[in-house]
């Protein structure tokens, strides 16, 4: 899995429990140099991510790029998300900052998306590509302690919690990367059956 981000690795692990895989972060790996995201969509930067670590390692590599689109800032933070406040910005400090875009944002106005695409890449060169996306609207202050990024501030109005108030398996059946992971896992199982994968 392409990422030191624990809370994803977290997410795949459970998700993709019941096939013949096992997750290995980069950071189990030890791999240092990060790929450059430099693509200017949830996609590019997904497939960018999985070729440079399958290359990398010699291995498959299961990447995701996803991010929050705001409607009120014309889609921001984006690609940007996890930076949004900086390069090396912390979960609160992105939530903080996007408080403040949105403080003189109206309630009905603060209405926003998770996007999620996950790139699969093996050795051999296949590539595979899924998405999820999860409607919700911004909040003007956190709730809820589970999750990570911007959960606490993602507020579902048909069940009345933000992200971070889910459970891991509530927040798997509804979220972006939950639905990006399912059309992902119905893929690989198509894959493993063709290249006969035990």
Do not use: W
């Amino acid at each position: 899995m392409a990422t030191t981000n624990q809370g994803k690795v977290r997410e795949i692990t459970m998700a993709l429990s019941a096939l013949p895989v096992k997750v290995v972060s980069l950071t189990e790996l030890g791999i240092v140099p990060e790929a450059k995201e430099t693509g200017e969509t949830f996609l590019a930067n997904a497939v960018l991510k999985a070729t440079h670590y399958s290359l990398m390692t010699g291995k498959a590599c299961l990447a995701d790029d996803s991010g929050l689109a705001v409607d009120a800032l014309k889609g921001e933070p984006g690609v940007y998300s996890a930076r949004y406040a900086g390069e090396k910005a912390t979960d609160a400090e992105c939530n903080q900052k996007l408080l403040k875009e949105l403080a003189d944002t109206f309630p009905e106005n603060r209405t926003a998306r998770f996007h999620c695409v996950l790139a699969y890449v093996d050795p051999d060169g296949t590539l595979l590509t899924t998405e999820g996306v999860c409607e919700g609207v911004i909040l003007q202050e956190e709730r809820g302690t589970g999750g990570f990024g911007y959960d606490p501030l993602f507020y579902i109005p048909a069940l009345e919690k933000t992200l971070a108030e889910l459970s891991a398996d509530e927040k798997n059946a509804i979220s972006h990367r939950g639905q990006a992971v399912r059309n992902m896992v119905a893929k690989f199982k198509r894959y493993f059956d063709e290249n006969r994968c035990d």
